[in-house]
């Protein structure tokens, strides 16, 4: 489908969708505005903008309605002379596999976590409310900032530089196709 595109998650962050605990994320608006810039958006886009002019206008990667199909860290199992599977870091297999896989490389093929936008807002990180950050599948906003920094941190987008984000609301929904 062409509406939908790859995201990237963490084995915790994982569990916690399967869980039901995770219904929304936040991710980082690149780039970031200029200094001295000012920003509008409607949800879907945003525009920088500085003396009265539009500096640059940034559509949202994932709009609400679109679907995203989440990659996580798998592998395969080992051969045992009944067929190879698929399995999954974050389930804590007792079956290792032949060899990890990390995300970034995960084909859509054996992706088992497809979900739908429900909405997405524009807003700087630190003002997630307590609700949200839970949301987030985390303890509060004390845990979502550690875990933020942690992520985000070295690439210079820690909790303290307080960078503007989409935040999506999605629900998991069960993939079109599978058998």
């Known amino acids: 489908m062409s509406n939908e595109k790859p995201i990237l998650f963490g084995g915790s962050m994982v569990r916690a969708i399967l869980d039901g605990r995770k219904t929304q994320t936040r991710r980082v608006v690149k780039p970031q505005p200029p200094d001295g810039a000012e920003?509008?958006?409607d949800g879907t886009s945003v525009v920088y903008h500085a003396s009265g002019r539009n500096i640059s206008d940034y559509s949202c990667p994932h709009p609400t309605g679109s679907y995203m199909w989440v990659r996580e860290t798998y592998g395969l199992s080992?051969?045992?002379?009944?067929?190879?599977r698929t399995v999954?870091?974050?389930?804590?297999?007792q079956t290792l596999p032949t060899k990890w896989w990390p995300s970034i490389f995960m084909p859509r093929r054996v992706s088992r976590i497809t979900l739908r936008v429900a909405g997405?807002?524009?807003?700087r990180v630190q003002e997630i409310?307590?609700?949200d950050a839970i949301a987030e599948g985390v303890?509060?906003?004390?845990?979502f900032a550690r875990?933020?920094?942690s992520i985000n941190a070295k690439r210079g987008y820690g909790w303290n530089a307080n960078p503007l984000v989409w935040a999506?609301?999605?629900?998991?929904?069960?993939?079109?196709g599978a058998a």
């Open 147 to 149: 875990l933020w920094d």
């Open 88 to 93: 999954y870091r974050a389930d804590g297999e």
């Open 139 to 143: 303890g509060g906003r004390c845990v």
């Open 168 to 176: 999506y609301t999605f629900e998991r929904v069960e993939r079109w």
């Open 120 to 123: 997405v807002r524009v807003q």
């Open 78 to 84: 080992a051969p045992d002379n009944v067929t190879r």
């Open 129 to 131: 409310t307590e609700a």
């Open 39 to 41: 920003y509008d958006t």
